[in-house]
Structure formats: structure tokens, C-alpha cells
């Protein structure tokens, strides 16, 4: 183990996170080159070069593939991965609007529209089949197919089908979504896309470009093309009924309508339509990019669309699994702090489990807001890696923060002001990584997934049925996860392909994977091949239990066969999740404890056992943000236990004792704490005695304090004038809507339109219109430093008036990004002023809220006054720093007098930063990166007075925005957060809280 060790304190790049490198500007290679650079010294393994919205240079033209060149060339020399990104933008497949370009509509998406016609005159001569047919409501009594000429009995109807193409939208450049069931256009999409890039990174390939990511790519566009104007519609595409009759052995036609409507033949139909388009996706996209990368020797990896929620996930893939059978890296997608998306990473882990693929990708972080944090990443990335996932793809670093660049579902790591010691976060988790990638996951139960019977429930518009079984087996995953059983999902299409059982052994097999028992959840059907694998199972010994109500049919159709299952000696038939968990443990050995005070499962814990070289590793996560919890937790097996710590890399044995076969340990978890922990089995530790808190020094609640960046005063209103009249106060972004409206150009409110390198380098007649800006600001108390005018309108601006005097516009450098260039105003007075901008507006401009910067404080009625220069405990926005963005140093004085041999340690229970910095008699001695760590400072202080001081990193959040959003936390943060209208929408501020909110503690232990 001592190797193990070794690259555990310093684990290599491949163990290191890959994020999402926005490419959102116009792009020069230096800068691309430079902020790489930046990456690898904050401990980053790699990074995906990804096209993002506000992209100005053409996408896969010259210009773009000499960067992706250069900054290739120059990772080698960094040692830093670069790996490709297959998409304008996102979902995957339309190639930026190259592909239906190349093959015209074979490469747009199309849906099977149904429509119920009232007689024959409403034909119009392009149906796909013509039925005649009674209707009860929505359930088809009987159906006969016909031709066009007709003649109707009373009560009749007709029922017609159509191929509609779906529309063409903004967000595809102007064109439709991509036809990602035809193998056709995916071929496009791979020659437009994959071969250009193997053309000229041919000698890379495989070297240092490791390989391509793709995102959400999915087979319905309702999502993202609009809604059509039919009630009935279903993925399609021109091969389908050819595709299905090669699979199911009939004309699709001949039942069609009972996939829409109730019936007789529905649950067949519904059963059949899904599999065969989950197997057509499957053939068409996943598995020919697949074996392209797998020929031209790159890694293919990215997520799927909607994976966690049934009905949605049926209409954008059929089924989710099966992709990732052909994903070298599976790869999922984790939005907002969200902590419970436990089936969207069970489906990839398990797979990856199954098939021996011992990464999974997670796409992490995305719509958190600028206020995210490291607790944030810590808490979010560590429920993910206790369930499977071990690689993180930060979502997001960008390139440029310029403009709508901003406002791309925020937070950019790579801007906020704890940027600088990233390398703390991204060294934890590429040690976790590096961990958990170590031997096997000891998963010992088979849940098996019930997506086949939703579709037999499923019409593609009534989603009340699927959604119904989708949560129902989610509270099943969550009641499995909370009593400490863990698991693999079995996808029937992956055991149909892989599944045995090994009867010596009585374990029911998948690939790599052994199960000692299978659990079926409410299931309306089975295939065949699970069926028959599931008495053999049965036969050698093996465990079955079922959760009623029982499964009806087999693939879709009434079989006896279910009898011999339903019926057999070692089938366990139980009613809901209370009797699945009463009674598991009479089946199954538990192989691990977490219990509370009381002696109950604590369910908020989650946890991993992975047994790697005769050795034991567990990690634990209390996956609760809000409450400690005091554990015993028992894992089995017995021997020396270590504690592997993550944040550190030290290592130390800790004291347990051996119980019936059982390693006990009591332990203290902080809010959304975790810990590693080692077995070596056979092993005696050697301990010393814990030492406990004797005393707790408190600091006193106000501190002196010292600002280390400038203070901000955001402008986001104004006055506008394009030719005699001025305007009423606005918002600036709406005063851009009504300015671009007027002038005929492009709407930008939102990060949905077509993209920018489509259109603004194209010159427009009113190009050059000049446009004139007042925005006002109070000010109490004049300060004695300059104050400076933060634009991102530099450029353009012709000409600056402040109080009706002009002034110089002179470039003082830049502030958070190089497009946001200072200018120092002159002629501030006591109360109101007023800033005059006279500037040249074009197509290509951004018209953007402007900053005040300086030493100044600002209190609640947004007046500029004069700093306090303390601050007491609670909130700093409401105490001088309303908009503040960056780093606020506490200093304060505190005596200690230190006893031999004891321990001290700064804590702080509550509190709102990024992270804290913490410095002792000028001497700089840790990081408190979230509430739960406790830092060692004894070293550090002195008999007597020391001096503390801790600088709270902030965020750009109360700078940006959203600012007028009712909600102080938004949960789900986008470009249309910062532009809000109606009920959202408030004209008052509305700020995220930081600063020091409870006591600052100094525990000594002895």
C-alpha cells in the first residue's frame, strides 16, 4: 500500500477533473494558451473545448481549428489533457446547422404525428396510414386500415398518421434538431464534425487529444424545437417501420394507433414501438460514433438527456442504459445543489460496473449561481462519488465574461475571487478519484429497472403513469441507499446481452458483476431472456424478491411462464418499501452499519465499499447540509483501521473495536461530512488516546476589518436616447431590448438566439447609430480616493460627461475580465449625480450594466459613504458592501495561553464565503474550506496576544446578479434568472448574505 499512498498524497492528471472550457468570444490562441496554463496550476487534469453561447468566431471554420490546434500543441508542453467537444453549443448532432445542410431534411428530426379526423374531406394526401376505426374517449374499440375513399358508419371515425419535420429554431442556427434516429444524418454529423477534427489533429489522436464528449443528445425535440400543433405525436424517423419490422417481426402500421390510444393491442404496441426506437437510437447514434472513436483511437464520452426523469427520458432516448454500453468514459448530468438524483448516477454506475469501465463522468455544478461554494462542490461532488461517479467536468470555465457570457448558467470557477486556491478542491477530489477507481465496488443486490414497463404505459403525451413508477422506484433507490444496502440497476437490454448465472456459485451474473440477490420492483412486464435467467437463477439457489404488484406480461403479451417465477420456493413476494427494507436482512449479510443515537440506519448516509489487494476501503458521506449526526458505524470484517484524509492527504490510524465479525468505530460527521476509511484485515492497530475539547476560547463579535479588493456600486439603470427624447429610468437590459428593437436589430435579451459568430460580423444599415446613456448615482460622503467606472462598453463610448462636465476617458486596465476596463470620474459632488455616455452602437454591442469601483461603503439606500471600517457578526451587505465581490479580511486580537501537549483548533459554525483564509501573527496557516473543517493552528500562536485575521473570499454574485429575482437562493440559476419580468421580478435589491455569522471558536484539546 505504500505506492497507493505515495500517489494518494499527489494523485496524476488522469484523476483529475476535465471541466467544460467555455469558447464563448473571439478567440486568440495566446489567451486560449494562457488561461490553460492557469488550469494546470490550479491542479485541473484537462478540459473539454467547448463551444458556448456569445462565440463570435465561425465554428469549425479555419480560424476556430487553428486554435483548437494551437492550444493542442501547447497542452503537450503543459502536460495538461485537452480533450474535444462535438457540438455548437449543445444538444449534440446538428453540427452548428452543417448537417441538415448536407442532407437536407434526412437530417432533421421528425415526429409521427396521429390525428382523428372528423371525415374523409379533411385527407390531405399525405398520411402514412389511414384507419377506420370506433373511439371511447381516448380507447380504441375496434380499428380497420384502409385507403383514402371511405365511407364512415355512425360513431365512426378516422384515424390519420403523419411524418412531420420539426421546426426550425433560433437555438439550431436557424434550422431544425438534428435526426439523431437516422444513421444517415448521424454520419453527417461524424464527417462535419469528428473526421474534421481527425483531419487535423490526425498525429494527436489518441495521444495527446484523448477523446470527445457528447451532450445530450436525445431523439425528440420538443425540448429544444418547440411544440407542434398536434396533440398526438412520437419520435420517428424515415426508416423506422423498415427498422421495426426487421426487429419485431410485423408491419408497425398495422397497430400504430394503439401506441397513442388505449386498446386491446396497446400495451404490446406501446411495448414494442419503445424498444425498437431505444434499439434504433442505440444502432444510429451511440454505437456508430462509438466505433468510429474506438477505430481512430480516441475515448468517447459525454450524458444523455433527461436520465433521471421516466417519461421524459423514454421520449428523448427510449431508455437511458443501453447507451452506455458503448461510452467508454458514461457520463451523467448533475444540475444545481441538488442531492438526492440518485438514479441518474445508479444507471451509469452500474453499467460501469457491469461492463468493467472503471470511469464515470459527471457533468457537475451548471445553474448553482456566482454564490456556489467549496462546502457546494465538495457536498455535491461527494454524494456523486459514493454512489459511482469518480471524474468531475466542472460546468463552467469560461473564456470570456463579457456580455450574455455571463449569464451562461453560472458560476465560471475560473472568475470567482477563491479561483486562487482552487487547486484545494480539485487536490480532494483527484485523491478520491484516485481512490475509488482502486479494485471493485462490492454491490451485492441487483435492482432490476422498470423502464419497459413504463413503456407499455406510456402514449408520448400522457406522462401521469410513467412519472408515477418513475418516483415509485426512486423511493425504492432511496430506501435501499438508506439502510446501507447497495446496488447495481439491471437494464434488460444489457442482460439480455450479458446476463448468466453462475450456478456453483448461485450468483446471478452481468459482465464483470455478481449479484446474491435479485429484487424486482412493481413491474407490469419482463423479457423473456430476464424471465428465463431468473429461474435458472432461482434453481441454483439464488433469491428473487418481488415487490407487488406483480408483473403481468412478458414483453408486452399475457405469458403462463410468470407462474413458474411468481410460484417458485426462493421467490420472495413483499408488499412496499417498509417490507423490502423489514426484511432484506433476513436474505442478505450486511456488510456495513450506519447507526444513530437510537440504533436506527441513519438514512441521510450514503457510502461506497470497494475491496482493492486483500484491503477494505469505505467511504462515507452524510449527505445532510443542515444537521451533525454522532454514528456508530460497524463495517465488515475485522482489523486496523486508518482514516485517509482527503482535504490533507495525511493518514492516521483510528480506534475501533472488533464486534461479531464487525469493525466498530463512533464517530462525529458534520454537515455534509465525509470520510475515508481503510480496513486491513488481520491487522492490530496500535492507537493513542483521542483527545476531547477541554475548552473553548470565543472571539469577540465585531472586528476590525480590512477590504482587499474595491468596493462596488452596480449600475443597472438607466436613462437612453437614440434621437431627441430621453427615456424613462430602465433596467439597461431592457433599455438594449427597446434600442435594438428600434434599430432592427437581432433581439439578445436572452442566451437562446442564433448563435453569434452567425451573424455579427455581418454589417447592419444602422451600424455606427450613436446612442446616449445617463445613469445616476447618490452620493453622502464624496470619498478621497478617485472612484472608477467599471465598462464593458469601453469601445464603444465616445465621449463622457459626469455632472454635465466632460471628462477624459482614460483605460486604467482591467477588473475580473479583460473586456471590463476602468475609467477614473472626475467632478463627484454630495448628492445626486449623473454620468452622460454618448456611444457608437452596433449590431455586435452588448450593452451591459456598469460598475463603480473604489474605497467607498455603501448603505442601504445604495448611497456611497464613508467605510466603518469594523464590522460585526451577520451579514456584511447590510453593513457597507451591498455589491461587494471580492476578499474582506477580520482582524481582531485574542490571548492564549498554551499547556504542553495540547491541540487547538479554529472552527467557525456558521458562515457565508467561498472559503476562509486564515492568518496567525502575520504568518499565513490553513484554509477553512467549509463549515464542517476544524483547523489546527497550535504551531501558529503564542503564549499571550496573538493576532488572528481571516479573509472571507466572496463571489461575484451581488456584482452580476440576478438582482432583482424575488429569491434570495434561486435553485436553478439561468440567463433568464437576470431576466426576470412579472411575478419574479422586484424593483428592490435583492442581495446573498456573506460574512461571519456565528462566533469564531478556539477549541483546545487535550
Known sequence: MEEVKKCFKNPGKEYRAIPFWSWNDKLISSKLISQAKDFKEKGIGGFFMHSRVGLETEYMGEEWLKCVEDVVKASKEIDIDPWLYDEDRWPSGFAGGKVAKIIGDEGRAKVLAMKILKGPHELKGDELAIYKSQIDG??????????????????????????????????????????????????????????????????????????????????????????????????????????????????????????????????????????????????????????????????????????????????????????????????????????????????????????????????????????????????????????????????????????????????????NPSWEYQNLIEDYFARLSYILTLGKPIREILLIHPIESSWCEFNGRDKSIPQERGEEFQNIISALLGIHYDFDLGDETIIEKYGKVDKEKKEFVIGEARYKLVILPQMLTLRKSTLFLLLEFLESGGKVILLEPLPEYIEGEESKDLERLLNHKNTVILKGRKALTENIENILLRRISIRDVVGQEAEQFLYMERVFNGKKIFFIVNNDRERGYEIDLYLHGEGRIEEWDLFTGEIKNVFSMPTEGYQHLRVKFAPADSKLYVMYPGEIGKFEKPKRIQKVLYMEPVFEIERLDPNVLTLDTCQYKIEENWSREVPIWIAQ??????????????????????????????????????????????????????????????????????????????????????????????????????????????????????????????????????????????????????????????????????????????????????????????????????????????????????????????????????????????????????????????????????????????
Open 138 to 415: 381516448e380507447k380504441i374499440k375496434y380499428l380497420q386500415r384502409i385507403e383514402n375513399k371511405v365511407e364512415l358508419l355512425e360513431k365512426e371515425v378516422l384515424i390519420a398518421l403523419y411524418r412531420l419535420i420539426a421546426p426550425k429554431t433560433e437555438w439550431y442556427n436557424g434550422d431544425s434538431p438534428p435526426d439523431n434516429l437516422n444513421p444517415k444524418s448521424v454520419n453527417a454529423f461524424i464527417k462535419s464534425t469528428h473526421e474534421v477534427y481527425y483531419k487535423r489533429l490526425k498525429e494527436e489522436f489518441g495521444r495527446t487529444v484523448k477523446g470527445i464528449f457528447t451532450d445530450e443528445p436525445n431523439i425528440y425535440p420538443y425540448l429544444w424545437g418547440g411544440e407542434f400543433d398536434v396533440e398526438y405525436v412520437l419520435p420517428y424517423t424515415d426508416i423506422f417501420p423498415q427498422f421495426f419490422k426487421e426487429r419485431r417481426g410485423y408491419d408497425f402500421f398495422e397497430i400504430a394507433p394503439y401506441v397513442f390510444l388505449n386498446g386491446e393491442k396497446s400495451i404490446k404496441a406501446r411495448y414494442d414501438f419503445w424498444r425498437t426506437i431505444s434499439e434504433l437510437f442505440v444502432e444510429s447514434y451511440t454505437k456508430q460514433i462509438s466505433n468510429w472513436c474506438k477505430e481512430h483511437n480516441i475515448l468517447f464520452t459525454g450524458h444523455l438527456l433527461e436520465e433521471n426523469i421516466f417519461p421524459h427520458a423514454i421520449l428523448c432516448s427510449g431508455s437511458i442504459m443501453p447507451h452506455y454500453e458503448y461510452l467508454d468514459i458514461p457520463g451523467i448530468d448533475i444540475l444545481t445543489e441538488v442531492k438526492y438524483e440518485f438514479l441518474t448516477v445508479k444507471q451509469a454506475s452500474s453499467v460501469a460496473n457491469q461492463l468493467g469501465k472503471n470511469r464515470v463522468i459527471s457533468e457537475t455544478y451548471g445553474c448553482t449561481g456566482w454564490e456556489f461554494t467549496f462546502e457546494g462542490q465538495k457536498h455535491v461532488g461527494d454524494w456523486q462519488y459514493a454512489l459511482g461517479v469518480n471524474l468531475r467536468c466542472q460546468h463552467l470555465f469560461l473564456y470570456s465574461l463579457r456580455g450574455c457570457r455571463k449569464r451562461d448558467y453560472p458560476p465560471s470557477f475560473n472568475h
Open 737 to 1006: 431590448r427597446e434600442i435594438r428593437k428600434y434599430l432592427g436589430m437581432i433581439n439578445i435579451d436572452h442566451n437562446h438566439g442564433i448563435q453569434r459568430w452567425k451573424w455579427v460580423n455581418t454589417p447592419h444599415s444602422k451600424d455606427n447609430t450613436k446612442i446616449e446613456l445617463k445613469l445616476k448615482f447618490q452620493v453622502k460622503k464624496v470619498p478621497k480616493k478617485e472612484i472608477l467606472l467599471l465598462t464593458e462598453n469601453f469601445d464603444e463610448i465616445e465621449k463622457i460627461f459626469v455632472n454635465e462636465i466632460e471628462i477624459d476617458k482614460i483605460d486604467r486596465g482591467w477588473y475580473l475580465d479583460e473586456n471590463f476596463r476602468k475609467i477614473p470620474l472626475k467632478n463627484i459632488k454630495e448628492g445626486e449625480n449623473v454620468i452622460h455616455i454618448i456611444l457608437t452602437y452596433k449590431n455586435s454591442t452588448e450593452l451591459e450594466d456598469f460598475y463603480l469601483l473604489g474605497d467607498f461603503a455603501v448603505n442601504p439606500k445604495r448611497e456611497i459613504i464613508e467605510e466603518d471600517k469594523s464590522l460585526s457578526l451577520g451579514d456584511w451587505t447590510l453593513q457597507g458592501y451591498p455589491h461587494y465581490a471580492g476578499r474582506m479580511l477580520y482582524r481582531q486580537n485574542i490571548n492564549v495561553e498554551k499547556q504542553e501537549k495540547e491541540e487547538i483548533f479554529l472552527s467557525i459554525d456558521d458562515f457565508s464565503a467561498t472559503l476562509i483564509k486564515v492568518v496567525i501573527n502575520n504568518k499565513e496557516c490553513g484554509l477553512i474550506p467549509w463549515k464542517s473543517y476544524k483547523l489546527e493552528i497550535t504551531d501558529f500562536l503564542n503564549n499571550g496576544e496573538n493576532k488572528i485575521e481571516l479573509i472571507l473570499y466572496g463571489s461575484l454574485r451581488n456584482m452580476l446578479g440576478p438582482l432583482h429575482h424575488r429569491a434570495q437562493k434561486i435553485p436553478f440559476v439561468s440567463a433568464q434568472s437576470f431576466r426576470v419580468e412579472k411575478e419574479e421580478y422586484t424593483s428592490q435589491y435583492v442581495f446573498y448574505p456573506y460574512g461571519l455569522f456565528s462566533p469564531v471558536k478556539l477549541e483546545v484539546m487535550y
